[in-house]
């Protein structure tokens, strides 16, 4: 009885050792994305209720608009710091990139526009990375210092290549 014991544990322990584990498959390798991205995003919609009416339309963030993007990325293996150019507004952005190609980036900054303290927050940003091309969205809140309740921007990549 204990000889056909430490025989079964053996024979556990020896398929426990000999799993799926293949010491000759490859080893995932993280997407080179640091450099500049640069291209096109539409907005897909945008909502500015409340004391924020009319900003969408006052600011040209309507819902089809294409717009310029530019993204200027460093990388440390999985880990991305750069700015998100979004015409003239530049938000500092970190985030990651998984070996997939999926990037997932937010940021903010505050800024004075027409006399107001205005923040841009990115969030959601969740793109996915295919050699030189760029495909996914974000969405942009922006807040304005003094004023309840945020602008809510939803953005599609449009065309993003990665041009340097």
């Not at 507004?89 to 900054?109: E, F, Q």
């Amino acid at each position: 009885m204990l000889r056909r014991l430490v025989v079964a544990i053996a024979f556990g322990a020896l398929a426990a050792g000999c799993g799926d584990s293949n010491p000759s498959a490859p080893t995932p390798v993280t997407p080179t994305v640091q450099g500049i991205w640069s291209g096109e995003y539409t907005v897909t919609s945008c909502n500015d209720a409340g004391p924020a009416a009319g900003f969408c339309t006052a600011a040209g963030f309507t819902a089809g608009r294409v717009l310029p993007i530019r993204l200027v990325l460093n990388q440390t293996g999985q880990q991305l710091s750069g700015t998100s150019e979004l015409g003239s507004i530049g938000v500092p952005v970190s985030g990651t990139i998984t070996n997939a190609g999926r990037m997932v980036l937010a940021g903010s900054v505050t800024v004075p526009l027409n006399g107001f303290s205005t923040t841009f927050t990115l969030v959601n940003w969740d793109t996915a990375v295919a050699g030189t091309n760029m495909t996914g969205g974000w969405r942009m809140t922006i807040g304005v210092a003094g004023l309840a309740g945020n602008v809510v921007v939803d953005n599609s990549i449009r065309l993003v290549t990665k041009t340097g």
